[in-house]
């Protein structure tokens, strides 16, 4: 279609800790509601609007 595309893809696990998230609740059945470790999945797609006219 003549339009320019830009596809982007970024997985990364941080440790919530080292940004100063120390909340968690503890479970009825052992161990926390929210894990140390964090998985961050982000997809991007953009497309760029060609001019009007």
């Known amino acids: 279609m003549g339009n320019h595309r830009l596809g982007l893809e970024a997985t990364a696990t ?23 470790k964090i998985t961050l999945d982000i997809d991007v797609s953009a497309i760029k609007r060609q001019p009007a006219g």
């Open 14 to 36: 941080i440790n919530r800790k080292d940004w100063g998230i120390t909340w968690n609740a503890p479970l009825e059945a052992g161990g926390v509601l929210v894990s140390d």
